[in-house]
């Protein structure tokens, strides 16, 4: 059974930085593509960053230079370093993972099939 939990979200001020985590089990971590999606109050979930099963990222073109991806297949882990925040950042963040194998993953939700339950991040200005 695949399970995906987050945590690590928090309320912090404009330029503040967080970590956020996501602890996977039940599959095979290192041989799957694992993503970040965000979800602001009213707005449909988008895409952040993901990471593919040789470690290469992509990243949304606002994130990019503040945000960072990595795993640690050792700790079945997936993080996501966000520095220099800004208010519209301000989501619930959603892990995210499939079966599919792929040196760059999918930024689109319809490529994803398990989801964990969110972590909120709050930024303020």
């Known amino acids: 059974q695949v399970q995906l939990v987050e945590s690590g979200g928090g309320s912090v001020q404009a330029g503040g930085s967080l970590r956020l985590s996501c602890a996977a089990s039940?599959?095979?971590?290192?041989?799957?593509?694992m993503a970040w999606f965000r979800q602001a109050p009213g707005k449909e979930r988008g895409g952040v960053a993901s990471i593919g099963v040789y470690g290469a990222t992509r990243y949304i073109d606002s994130v990019k230079g503040r945000f960072t991806i990595s795993r640690d297949n050792a700790k079945n882990k997936l993080y996501l370093l966000m520095n220099s925040l800004k208010p519209e950042d301000t989501a619930m963040y959603y892990c995210?993972?499939?079966?599919?194998?792929?040196?760059?993953?999918?930024?689109?939700?319809?490529?994803?099939?398990?989801w964990g339950q969110g972590t909120q991040v709050t930024v303020s200005s």
């Open positions: 039940g599959y095979t971590y290192s041989r799957r593509c």
């Open positions: 995210a993972t499939d079966s599919s194998v792929s040196t760059y993953c999918s930024l689109t939700s319809r490529a994803y099939n398990v």
